[in-house]
């Protein structure tokens, strides 16, 4: 499978668009010298806009013979970000209280609609079937964890700063709607915000750094050279390595960090000393010691927590004023489902097998934000999830534009990043279904592509051991 592409360059210059760049919390370089947690090793594309916008010119290499895991020749981004960034239309970056607040609106009576009508209208009374009644709590279950990933969206525009033009607003309905879903808002923003400014780099992303080929070798007991040469894994082992991904990988993630970087030695006020990832790491979203943190922002994450401790509060007296069994159902099936969507849509929009992810000596922030790919999840995604899975690579170059101009706006990049444009829509809802189970079977690794040379081998690619796609290397034993 190819990505969907197009072509041609837009460069219109705009002084208004350059105001709003200054509102980018977020993709914004100029914040970068205040994340000193996400940034162990200094970078001149995370520090102005001037080195953003020519980085990609400033390591002229050459690179080699570089193919995907689908077998394409890729060609490493030549735009810079001024360009994406002149080429959205100006209307795209205004943000607005009242319609922000309309989806928040929407979203809760969506929620209490639905809890009314099964609290009152699915009952022993009303449906005598045991059976019947448990389809629908199902449904019930089903429904309402969309509706709680579709706020946990809206939090999320917050903590970029795309709800509204005053920060102060935007945090205090961020913790609010965060908190009600057990999210540490403050320090998952965060840390959110350094995987925005390091997108695909295996040395600094906060989200998802894929293993290299010596880790997944270690992982299984084998020697790198040897992948090439194993067998294929079976089926039923991606199906449980898929299942317990979607069922505890997002508190794991809070509580380990074990998709993100583990180079926290590098931290620069030496908060990471003797820190790693897992259990006991003591790298974690909860600490206000951790080293995802500064240590000027240690008071954010106790505010966070306050905002879990006070959620949590209220969920144990529901539960004890209505039974556990009650809040089971109406609360904590619910969580598990939004818990699901959010690591399949953040897995996706990160795991490709069209997708590189680069060497710290190869990557830039234009770089980066290309190495995400667009998925459609038909009217879910675009009514009930906001849009977060259709328009994720705008997202990641401007992420203050908010949900509902983001449409418009990747369509006006499109036209810049030409090829590398990367979106994957077929099928729709059945295809991004689809996408989890084939991501899983195609991307087990990273390494260099077998024709790279120089520069070329800082460009790595998804390799698997299931004779999927372009093979891995083979290496002569060490």
Same mark, same amino acid.
């Not at 969907?4 to 360059?9: D, I, L, P």
């Not at 966070?304 to 209505?322: K, N, P, T």
């Given at each position: ?16 668009? =350059?105001?709003?760049? /200054? ?5 914004? #370089?100029? !914040? ?43 060609? @490493?981004?030549?735009? !810079? ?7 959205? %239309? ?19 009576? *969506? ?8 609290? /009152? ?12 009644? +448990?389809? *629908? ?15 946990? @969206? ?14 102060? $607003? /935007? ?59 194993? !067998? ?5 082992? !991606? ?11 997002? %508190? ?22 003797? =820190? &790693? ?8 979203? $909860?600490?206000?010691?951790? %080293?995802?943190?500064?240590? &000027?922002?240690?008071?954010? +994450? ?35 489902? @939004?818990?699901?969507?959010? +690591? ?11 997708? %590189? ?57 499109? #036209? ?21 189970? &084939? ?13 790279? +040379?120089?520069?070329? =081998?800082?460009? *790595? $690619? ?17």
């Amino acid at each position: 499978m190819a990505p969907a592409t197009s072509t041609g360059r837009q460069a219109a210059k705009n002084p208004a668009v =350059k105001r709003a760049i /200054n509102t980018d919390s977020d993709s914004s #370089p100029s !914040t970068a010298d205040a994340s000193p947690a996400g940034s162990p090793r200094p970078s001149a594309s995370s520090t102005s806009l001037s080195s953003m916008a020519s980085d990609a010119e400033a390591k002229p290499t050459n690179y080699g013979k570089l193919l995907d895991t689908y077998g394409n020749e890729f060609k @490493v981004p030549d735009f !810079t970000i001024k360009d994406i960034r002149d080429a959205i %239309p100006k209307h795209c970056y205004e943000r607005s209280y009242v319609r922000s607040m309309s989806y928040v609106f929407r979203d809760m009576v *969506l929620l209490a609609t639905t809890f009314y009508i099964w609290h /009152n209208y699915v009952t022993p009374e009303m449906i005598p079937s045991k059976a019947v009644r +448990v389809a *629908l709590w199902g449904v019930y279950s089903f429904a309402q964890g969309l509706f709680g990933t579709g706020l946990w @969206v809206l939090a999320h525009e917050c903590g970029h700063g795309a709800f509204s033009p005053s920060q102060r $607003f /935007n945090n205090i309905v961020g913790w609010v709607l965060h908190s009600s879903l057990l999210v540490p808002y403050f320090s998952w923003q965060m840390s959110h915000s350094k995987h925005h400014k390091a997108t695909g780099n295996m040395e600094r992303d906060m989200v998802f750094v894929p293993r290299t080929r010596e880790q997944q070798a270690s992982r299984i007991g084998k020697l790198a050279h040897e992948l090439a040469e194993l !067998t294929e894994e079976t089926p039923i082992y !991606t199906l449980i390595h898929l299942l317990g991904q979607q069922l505890i990988g997002w %508190p794991n993630y809070l509580m380990t960090n074990v998709t993100g970087h583990n180079y926290h030695e590098r931290q620069r006020e030496g908060r990471g000393k003797g =820190k &790693k990832n897992g259990y006991g790491g003591g790298v974690n979203h $909860f600490d206000p010691r951790s %080293p995802l943190y500064e240590n &000027k922002d240690a008071w954010l +994450v106790v505010m966070s927590d306050i905002g879990i401790a006070l959620a949590g509060s209220a969920l144990f007296y529901l539960g004890q004023r209505f039974g556990w069994a009650n809040m089971a159902v109406w609360y904590f099936l619910p969580y598990l489902w @939004v818990n699901h969507w959010l +690591v399949a849509i953040t897995f996706l929009q990160h795991t490709d097998p069209s997708l %590189p992810h680069y060497t710290a000596d190869q990557w830039n922030f234009v770089r980066g934000a290309a190495a995400t790919i667009d998925r459609e999840f038909g009217f879910i995604g675009r009514h009930l999830l906001h849009g977060i899975i259709e328009t994720h690579v705008l997202h990641h170059y401007v992420s203050t534009i908010p949900f509902y101009n983001a449409d418009e706006a990747t369509e006006a990049i499109k #036209p810049v990043m030409g090829e590398h444009y990367r979106s994957d829509t077929r099928e729709g809802p059945i295809g991004f279904i689809k996408a989890m189970w &084939k991501s899983a079977r195609w991307c087990q690794w990273v390494e260099p592509s077998e024709g790279a +040379v120089d520069g070329g =081998k800082g460009v *790595l $690619f998804f390799r698997n051991r299931n004779g999927l796609g372009t093979r891995p290397m083979k290496i002569a034993p060490q």
